[in-house]
């Protein structure tokens, strides 16, 4: 395993970072306000960060199940900011609510895996392996 951050890691994982939170603060705005538009249209961009830069984390020189996610966030945001430029919110809360729980979540917590970089890095200096 490669114990190191290059500079691909380190803006993939600012912007997987930053979109927790930015993501945390749309979902608690005021639906409508400028407030969740700004953080909601931040937050897009990150992910679009996080996940295109993803493509150039590989291990071995492979990607990993979890790049499935890559291809599926971008496609999966623009459906989502199409509902909501054409009025359907129901559809669009539930899009962004689920790219949120997987892009973030289920990313998260593959990343916390021990045979992962942060993972092993966590669980190294906890003392669990």
């Known amino acids: 395993m490669k114990y190191g ?22 979902f608690a705005a005021r639906k409508g306000s400028m407030v969740h538009r700004l ?12 996940a295109i830069s993803s493509f150039w984390i590989q291990t071995k020189g492979h990607f990993s199940p979890i790049h499935i996610l890559s291809v599926a966030v971008p496609l999966m945001l623009a459906a989502g900011v199409y509902f909501a430029a054409t009025g359907r919110l129901v559809r669009h809360r539930r899009m962004m609510t689920g790219i949120y729980a997987l892009g973030l979540g289920v990313a998260g917590l593959f990343t916390l895996l021990p045979s992962r970089l942060l993972g092993h890095l966590l669980w190294t200096s906890l003392g669990l392996i």
Request: glycine content about 8%.
């Open 39 to 50: 953080a909601g249209r931040s937050w897009v961009l990150l992910m679009l960060v996080a």
């Open 5 to 26: 951050f290059d500079a691909v890691i380190v803006l993939h994982l600012a912007a997987a970072v930053a979109a927790i939170g930015i993501g945390a603060l749309a």
